[in-house]
């Protein structure tokens, strides 16, 4: 990209500008007219404009939008709140490599009329920052000098990906993912993704806001793996397994890509946020639709059971944990489902932190204490665990019930509160402690940021139609109930418990050998 380019391609704060057009000179007037003194304005008083930004269509608002532009993942997610520039962000993005012979790009839209709105864009800035560039109706593309191709067209249909049968691109970016209802799109276009020139990367680019029918989808894929803005290996949203290169390749095993989220807000637009009016649009929405188009929150559903739950408020950076600091941990287990388990401490003030968690699936009870054992072992003392009092019954069988097989192996546990109305208990008892404390002005329940499982499944819980007072069980709840278990457990920090030494709390004695505690 030449330098001159280079220049012109950074974004203003006010958006692409259109050159005036100059006025015609105005015929002399047959009336004579009063002459005024014309004003005279200091050299001092006048705003400078530096040389190089003198000529300037499209400069990136410092931050997200910036970062957007800057990324090196191979898929990459601009999203959030609307209004945050997202949408000429990815108008530019692909100009970097037009002046490439072998480029060639492709922006998507999910209809035809979401398309002309881009395409519109494109005609406003594009032939001020590419000299020569041509845009062909009939082809749908943009072609530069340099022989460098844009395609622009769209995706209605799973069916319409056929189109692009035996093509390459080198750039492909989906606008507005969320508009697509099944990953199927994004997941096949990723084939079409390869370029010949060793010189010239492979990437895939995306923008949304939250909400919409693939919500749920772009979610799992972008939001969930990783806390905000860092990037992270690639997984299948299925199984959350790492996709990486298979048997037989040189780099067996290694993670395949990257991908990251890069949040949007309206506040990152200056343009936008100055004016006020928008805002006030926005806030005039009801309360999920507000949440998700103003906050950018990907976290709020409508007939959410926690609607309270604010990744900015209740998920905190990792931090080493005390050892005097009461610490115990919860197990709600599955083999044909999926077995949850978190680990708690108290601190001295009783906030509870979730610390550390474990999500997998078909696991034999044994090999998950050996597991839960394992993730343990620098933790120091633990002073109690708190099972599912299901996996205390015998279910007809002689031998040792689920519980004390996990006992047998060191992995100690008391049975959890199964008694009529706990379920509704625990849910209040969260709903409480996620509130904020009025005199610490942090609320009494905090997640790690490397507990991803729970930070997604537990602001998506939906309630239960039948009983609003509960959350539906059919939803994804097995880390929702390990919490509740160890909510219930009535954890705190006792004055009894604190050691000025630093050492860790005792544990309690066993009192039942079945139990284990």
């Given at each position: ?96 490599y037009m002046g490439h012979p072998s ?36 082809k749908m593309q943009w072609e530069a ?373």
């Amino acid at each position: 990209m030449s330098n001159n380019v280079r220049t012109r391609l950074e974004l203003s704060e006010n958006g692409p500008s259109t050159p005036r057009k100059q006025s015609r000179k105005r015929k002399p007037s047959k009336k004579k007219e009063r002459v005024q003194e014309p004003k005279i304005q200091k050299v001092s008083d006048v705003e400078a404009v530096p040389i190089e930004e003198q000529n300037v269509v499209f400069k990136p608002n410092a931050g997200p939008q910036t970062e957007f532009l800057a990324a090196g993942e191979r898929e990459v997610l601009y999203g959030g709140s609307a209004g945050g520039g997202k949408s000429y962000a990815m108008l530019a993005d692909p100009l970097r490599y037009m002046g490439h012979p072998s480029f060639s790009g492709l922006l998507l839209r999910h209809t035809t009329e979401e398309l002309r709105e881009l395409i519109f864009k494109s005609k406003e800035i594009y032939p001020q920052i590419w000299k020569g560039i041509k845009w062909s109706e009939r082809k749908m593309q943009w072609e530069a000098p340099s022989g460098a191709r844009l395609w622009m067209s769209y995706l209605d249909r799973d069916d319409d990906v056929l189109r692009y049968q035996g093509l390459a691109f080198s750039w492909i970016g989906f606008d507005e993912l969320t508009q697509w209802s099944t990953p199927y799109a994004w997941n096949y276009m990723r084939s079409r993704l390869r370029s010949t020139a060793h010189d010239l990367p492979v990437y895939m680019r995306a923008t949304t806001n939250p909400g919409g029918p693939g919500h749920q989808w772009v979610k799992k894929m972008f939001i969930d793996p990783a806390p905000y803005g860092r990037s992270f290996n690639a997984t299948d949203i299925e199984s959350g397994n790492v996709l990486s290169y298979p048997k037989g390749h040189s780099k067996a095993g290694q993670a395949l890509f990257k991908r990251r989220f890069i949040p949007a807000r309206l506040s990152d637009n200056p343009y936008l946020a100055r004016q006020g009016d928008y805002e006030a649009m926005l806030l005039s929405l009801p309360e999920h639709q507000r949440k998700q188009l103003l906050e950018g929150d990907w976290d709020i559903k409508e007939g959410a059971a926690f609607t309270e739950f604010d990744r900015n408020i209740h998920v905190v950076e990792p931090f080493s944990i005390p050892r005097n600091w009461v610490k115990f941990r919860a197990c709600d287990y599955g083999y044909g489902s999926y077995s949850g388990v978190l680990w708690f401490a108290v601190s001295p003030d009783e906030q509870i932190i979730v610390y550390r968690e474990l999500y997998t699936s078909k696991v034999l009870a044994t090999d998950l204490a050996d597991m839960i054992l394992d993730a343990e072992d620098e933790d120091g003392n633990i002073k109690y665990g708190v099972l599912d009092s299901s996996l205390w019954h015998k279910r007809g069988d002689t031998g040792p019930s689920l519980a004390e097989q996990m006992i047998m192996k060191g992995c100690r546990w008391r049975p959890s509160d199964r008694s009529k109305g706990s379920r509704v208990s625990g849910k209040n008892e969260i709903h409480r402690r996620l509130q904020v404390d009025e005199f610490t002005e942090e609320p009494r329940l905090v997640f790690f940021n490397n507990c991803t499982n729970m930070i997604s499944q537990l602001p998506a819980l939906p309630l239960d139609k039948k009983n609003p007072e509960d959350v539906d069980t059919r939803a994804e709840d097995h880390l929702y109930d390990a919490l509740r278990y160890g909510i219930m457990s009535r954890p705190r920090f006792s004055i009894f418990d604190y050691d000025p030494m630093g050492r860790p709390s005792s544990s309690m004695p066993v009192a039942d050998s079945t139990f284990g505690y």
